[in-house]
């Protein structure tokens, strides 16, 4: 825990495009003294583990768009970042049907041992991040890129592409309406009623900036070729919604 | 600019009590290299350079809640607190009826320079010490105190305390339906829609935090005697309003 950077990275910090692109789930590593999570391989590389897919897509989106992009280091499992740390969905006891074992019965002073290690850092440095770049006058939207499971406690989920905003619709609206030949939903699977916008809450809301969160099947980005084909696919989309209403 | 700490204060940092409270406009210094505001000396002691008596409610109550105390150490015109980066209100070229003049025509390498010297650890530092107290599971209200001018474009105002909030109202109707012995009024003499609540936005919605923003006439707490008895009379009511709600 002596290199707290080491659990978020950023890329391209200096980026001028319109945007700053965040995957909180980007990771299904377990850096010490967390690597012993009790999971076994197949839920190691599962959807519980992290968003298999998002940092590839986020990464390539970053770089079409010229942006900077904050992304996590360390498995969701250990703190999912897109929860305050008070709630029980940050060091989830649950996973779906899965039990996660090391997040039995948690004590305080392990929880705020991660909020310390993981959570605080990660939000101070976008916060930072956001600010200079508000501070410059630079047009930010602030874009969250995550992947979803084709099924979900057994069921399968038609949509491909969900847009979920916090209260402000302007850009998930603007992305949903263009023609991105996807099966694309606003608020789904998810919605901000769900808990899930608590990066977009805290880092885009108060500051009026637009943003969005997107949720990516993940069979449909499952290797290098089908990422590099959605980010080709959402990139212009995603810049000509900016262009639109920022 | 060496001692970035040197621009705020915490008293407290401990506090167990079920608040934390903030003072954004707690001081009206000019610290060098911002020494040479070019205002009059009655400026400088007046409600455009920061909240007078606002810091010492802002004392009373916390020690009385046993809260933590975050607190500004530069005035308002060098960095409004209360305000994003890019907000022109931020680092404001007019104040009520008065042009400041240091703050005009600022150019984007001084606006960054103020933003991380003021702004960026401000916030930071408040948003650690509600993470690691949202981590160990205390119950915490988020209350920010703020005093307003009885006389505001020559117009007198009646309202003699003012309680506004961000997207919860909880707290604040709970606190303006006790009894209060003051002339009370609910989102007045500003609101949300004035962009006064970047602080409650940025630090207790994201979190589903009870908040309310308190603006006291500033002629009711202009010298000791009358700071220590609006604390007797708040203290009470806000702890028992946050009993009720949180």
Redesign the interface.
């Given at each position: 825990m002596s290199d707290l950077a080491s659990f978020f990275g950023i890329d391209n910090p200096e980026g001028l495009g319109p945007a700053v692109v965040v995957c909180e789930h980007a990771s299904n590593h377990f850096p010490p003294p967390w690597d012993k999570p009790g999971l076994s391989d197949a839920q190691l590389v599962s959807h519980i583990a992290w968003d298999p897919g998002a940092l590839e897509v986020a990464r390539g989106l970053a770089r079409a768009l010229h942006a900077p992009l904050v992304h996590a280091k360390a498995s969701r499992l250990i703190f999912d970042l897109n929860r305050?740390?008070?709630s029980p969905a940050a060091m989830t006891e649950r996973s779906e049907a899965h039990a996660i074992p090391f997040n039995l019965q948690l004590s305080?002073s392990e929880?705020?041992s991660?909020?310390?290690a993981h959570?605080?850092p990660f939000?101070?440095a976008l916060?930072?991040l956001l600010?200079?770049r508000?501070?410059?006058?630079l047009t930010t939207a602030l874009i969250t890129v995550h992947s979803f499971t084709p099924v979900y406690f057994g069921k399968p989920r038609e949509v491909e592409f969900g847009l979920i905003h916090d209260?402000d619709a302007r850009l998930a609206k603007a992305i949903a309406q263009r023609d991105i030949g996807l099966l694309t939903r606003l608020n789904e699977p998810y919605s901000a009623a769900d808990g899930v916008t608590?990066t977009l809450?805290?880092h885009a809301?108060?500051?009026?900036l637009p943003h969005a969160m997107l949720e990516i099947r993940n069979d449909l980005i499952a290797d290098e070729k089908a990422q590099t084909a959605m980010v080709a696919r959402l990139a212009p989309v995603i810049r000509s919604a900016i262009d639109e209403v920022a």
């Open positions: 305050p740390p008070h305080r929880r705020r991660r909020t310390q959570y605080i939000h101070a916060a930072d600010a200079r508000l501070a410059r006058g209260s608590h809450a805290r809301t108060p500051f009026g």
